[in-house]
């Protein structure tokens, strides 16, 4: 029960760095952003004012994420449980993105195994398409110009498997 503790706390240290660095990264682009203006180094010009926005935007999301997790840990995470059509799921998922993915020069694509009706489960759609998000985010933030990535869904084992 001692190696348990003692392996969770390290986790929950480990954590804890981890989110401090991913808050650290866009605050410091914010400041620096802003900083460069205030200082004429930087023109504040649409498309430099729009690269700082997107920045807060990822911070956003970062908080809104510790958000979820603190609400998960608790036992306080609401799902919201209805028959979700996957295939729709991965094609609003593909919409969202696909701005996102031809900027990056990164095709994104959707397959699958099955027909329509077998790739439907019970589920969150919300906490799905979050999940999704955050997936193909950062799938799209680590693929080379030039490269693919893929929502695919399948049947398998009695399950629907979804794999980015």
């Given amino acids: 029960m001692t190696a348990a503790l003692e392996q969770a706390d390290e ?8 989110v401090a660095h991913e808050l650290r990264t866009p605050l410091h682009i914010i400041q620096g952003n802003l900083e460069g203006i205030l200082d004429g180094i930087y023109e504040p010009t649409p498309a430099h004012i729009q690269a700082t926005l997107e920045e807060t935007h990822l911070l956003a999301r970062l908080v809104d994420d510790l958000h979820t997790l603190a609400q998960a840990e608790a036992g306080q995470l609401s799902l919201h449980l209805a028959p979700v059509d996957v295939t729709e799921l991965l094609a609003d998922v593909q ?10 020069g990164v095709k994104l694509t959707v397959s ?10 019970n589920g969150d759609a919300g906490r799905l398409d979050q999940v999704l998000g955050n997936l193909v985010s950062n799938a799209l933030r680590h693929t080379p ?6 929502l695919h869904a399948a049947r398998l084992d009695g399950m629907v498997q979804i794999q980015v």
């Fill in 11 to 18: 986790q929950r240290r480990n954590l804890t760095a981890d």
């Fill in 112 to 121: 699958f195994e099955g027909k329509p009706a077998e790739l439907t489960l």
């Fill in 145 to 150: 110009p030039g490269g693919c990535v893929t």
């Fill in 95 to 104: 919409t969202s993105f696909s701005g996102q993915a031809e900027a990056k």
